[in-house]
């Protein structure tokens, strides 16, 4: 079995900090692990993945992922957010075909 | 490519009633998702196929749910005596398996309002 747990359901920060959303996951497996966005109304839009290779993976909008398979996690992280990236954000781990799905992390960006 | 659309895009419907949904997933794709969705939580995973194969079922697909793919191409969903508690985002995936990785694009859902 396999689970995703995102610490934090809120992040409020100002426009052009740096900001953090936490990830961890359980599994008895190797996975694949995810970053999802998702906009009022709108389907899931991927944003990042790691699949194998590089622990650092980046997004083509500046975030950025670190897979660390000792502390099972895969937190996401921006050096300076714009009010664009206020979004929910999930992050998945897939096995099989199947993901799971952490409740997600509301991202908040003020002016 | 014109990413996975699902239809319709809206669904208002009175407890008892039947509903399908419809997706069409990226042409090529040969796995196909639905998950479901609840307010203030992430997706859950209810079934996919590979091809027209139906491969996974989750237990939250209760007898009153049930989904087709029949020419591996586009898929329904169909929820039969709908209740209160199927009130949800319905979301559709596709994938094309590749060297055993899985990466799945979602449609933009199907949001189900039972009164």
């Known amino acids: 079995a396999q689970s995703v747990t995102q610490l934090d359901s809120q992040v409020p920060v100002f426009e052009e900090a740096p900001v953090e959303l936490r990830c961890n996951y359980s599994?008895?497996?190797?996975?694949?692990l995810f970053w999802y966005v998702q906009y009022p109304n709108q389907g899931l839009q991927l944003l990042l993945k790691?699949?194998?290779?590089?622990?650092l993976v980046e997004s083509i909008n500046g975030f950025e992922a670190e897979f660390n398979k000792s502390q099972t996690s895969f937190h996401l992280r921006k050096p300076s957010v714009h009010i664009s990236d206020t979004a929910e954000y999930f992050c998945?781990?897939?096995?099989?075909?199947?993901?799971?799905f952490g409740d997600g992390t509301t991202l908040t960006v003020k002016p | 490519d014109t990413g996975v659309s699902q239809n319709p895009r809206h669904k208002i419907t009175k407890r008892g009633q039947n509903v399908t949904f419809r997706c069409d997933p990226i042409s090529e794709h040969n796995r196909l998702y639905w998950y479901r969705q609840t307010l203030g939580q992430g997706p859950e995973f209810l079934t996919y196929?590979?091809?027209?194969?139906?491969?996974?079922k989750s237990r939250l697909l209760s007898d009153r749910f049930s989904a087709e793919r029949p020419k591996g191409s586009f898929s329904t969903l169909e929820i039969q005596r709908t209740e209160q508690g199927d009130s949800a985002m319905y979301l559709c995936?596709?994938?094309?398996?590749?060297?055993?990785?899985?990466?799945?694009?979602f449609g933009p859902g199907t949001r189900l309002t039972v009164l």
């Open positions: 790691y699949l194998s290779g590089s622990t």
């Open positions: 995936a596709s994938s094309l398996t590749s060297g055993g990785t899985d990466t799945q694009y």
């Open positions: 599994s008895s497996v190797s996975v694949y």
């Open positions: 998945a781990v897939s096995r099989a075909g199947k993901s799971t």
């Open positions: 196929f590979q091809n027209e194969a139906q491969l996974e």
